[in-house]
């Protein structure tokens, strides 16, 4: 929601809080995929079975909302800043693999983008290419964990896009080798509470303040106003300690949070998709009123409620037939064995 809001000019203090939204996004990410990887590919072989059920995940939605978007643009003909002119076959490409749309900035990608926030979306596709991978060496490497090293050097990217030796906007928070190490952030949340979950709940209250040393530090260097230093180390100090929280309040087994928890997750993925499809057709890319606000939010939560219930939750079962067949049929090539 944050995330639709910032696209219609909305800002808080003077800064973008759907910045600070995707930031906290990446670090879930790789929580989740941590999570889901431990529990379902973790053995070696198994990276082509989490990239099918990756691209199950992602495309039914994402599918549905462009093709609906490319209806209403042929239909009207109506030209926006994302939408520029008919597309040439690249630029119908650059839609249907979702990851060159993370390179907007070097390909002109956003001159025809049917889902304007998917360039985020190409960036979550770059990681999981690389997620069983940082998973399977996390632990390994002789001068120390080679995950542990990935994730410095991407450190190092976003340092020096913070300071303003790379552009800052592209590297420090669209571009993977800038933004790789959040959700190794979130990788390694997930991987400290199965094995130090004292030592998690302790660590993760020093994130807050690192957040505040780094926004300091850019400060006193004169690049805290650089778009978008103090969103991404906002995100940073909010999102991990959040996770954290979270996940120790569902341990509670209350079944109110879970509840929540769950329609909440359902809608959120919609939202982020359809709302600038819902702002074009509703013509409501700058609310004015309270009616527009409202219209806004409940035609993209309702359309979002829609495509859960008839597109996502058919591929959530299919998802889940297919993990349950592939692991009956490796237990038994075990037993066989």
Same mark, same amino acid.
């Given at each position: 929601m944050l995330v639709m809001l910032s696209?219609?000019?909305?800002?808080l203090?003077?800064?973008n809080?759907?910045?600070?939204s995707v930031v906290?996004?990446?670090?879930?990410?790789?929580?989740?995929m941590?999570?889901?990887i431990?529990?379902?590919?973790?053995e070696?072989?198994q990276?082509?079975?989490?990239y099918?059920d990756?691209?199950?995940?992602?495309?039914?939605?994402?599918?549905?909302?462009?093709?609906?978007?490319?209806v209403?643009?042929?239909?009207?003909?109506?030209?926006t800043?994302?939408l520029?002119?008919a597309?040439s076959?690249l630029?119908?490409?650059n839609?249907?693999l979702?990851a060159?749309?993370?390179?907007?900035?070097?390909?002109a990608a956003?001159?025809?983008t049917?889902?304007?926030?998917?360039?985020?979306?190409g960036?979550e596709v770059l990681f999981?290419?690389?997620a069983p991978?940082?998973?399977r060496?996390?632990?390994?490497?002789?001068f120390g964990s080679?995950a542990m090293?990935?994730a410095f050097?991407?450190l190092a990217?976003q340092?020096?896009a913070?300071?303003?030796?790379l552009?800052?906007?592209?590297w420090?928070?669209?571009?993977?080798?800038?933004?790789l190490?959040?959700f190794m952030a979130?990788?390694?949340l /997930?991987? #400290?509470?199965i094995s130090?979950p !004292?030592?998690?709940?302790k660590a993760?209250? &020093?994130?807050? *303040?690192v957040a505040?040393?780094?926004i300091?530090g850019?400060?006193?260097?004169?690049?805290l106003g650089?778009p978008?230093?103090t969103?991404?180390?906002l995100g940073i100090?909010i999102g991990?300690p959040?996770i954290?929280l979270?996940? /120790?309040? #569902?341990?509670l087994e209350?079944p !109110?949070?879970?509840a929540?928890?769950?329609? &909440?997750?359902? *809608?959120s993925?919609?939202?982020f998709?359809n709302h600038f499809?819902?702002?074009w057709?509703?013509?409501?890319?700058?609310?004015?009123?309270a009616?527009?606000?409202l219209t806004?939010?409940?035609?993209?939560?309702a359309?979002?409620?829609?495509?859960?219930g008839?597109v996502?939750r058919?591929?959530?079962a299919?998802?889940q037939?297919r993990?349950?067949a592939?692991h009956?049929?490796?237990?038994?090539?075990k037993?066989?064995?």
């Open positions: 696209h219609t000019g909305l800002t203090g003077g800064l809080p759907g910045v600070v906290v996004f990446y670090a879930i990410s790789g929580y989740v941590s999570a889901l431990g529990k379902h590919f973790s070696a072989g990276a082509g079975h989490f099918i990756r691209l199950a995940r992602i495309y039914p939605q994402y599918l549905l909302y462009a093709v609906a978007t490319a209403w643009f042929f239909s009207v003909g109506h030209t800043p994302f520029q002119h597309p076959g630029e119908v490409l839609n249907v979702i060159p749309l993370n390179f907007f900035m070097f390909n956003d001159q025809f049917l889902l304007p926030p998917a360039w985020s979306l960036a999981y290419v690389l991978w940082l998973w060496f996390w632990n390994t490497g002789r080679l090293w990935v050097a991407s990217v340092a020096l913070g300071l303003g030796v552009p800052t906007d592209a420090g928070y669209r571009l993977l080798p800038g933004v190490w959040i979130g990788m390694a /997930q991987r #400290l509470q130090w !004292t030592l998690s709940h993760l209250w &020093l994130v807050p *303040l505040v040393a780094a300091l850019l400060q006193q260097q004169g690049a650089t978008y230093n969103e991404v180390w100090g991990l959040a954290q979270l996940t /120790q309040v #569902l341990k209350n !109110t949070w879970k929540w928890d769950q329609r &909440l997750g359902d *809608l993925y919609g939202i998709l499809f819902c702002m057709v509703l013509d409501l890319a700058s609310p004015k009123t009616g527009q606000w806004l939010c409940g035609s993209s939560i359309l979002s409620f829609i495509s859960q008839f996502e058919p591929c959530v299919w998802r037939n993990r349950k592939w009956l049929a490796r237990n038994a090539l037993i066989g064995s």
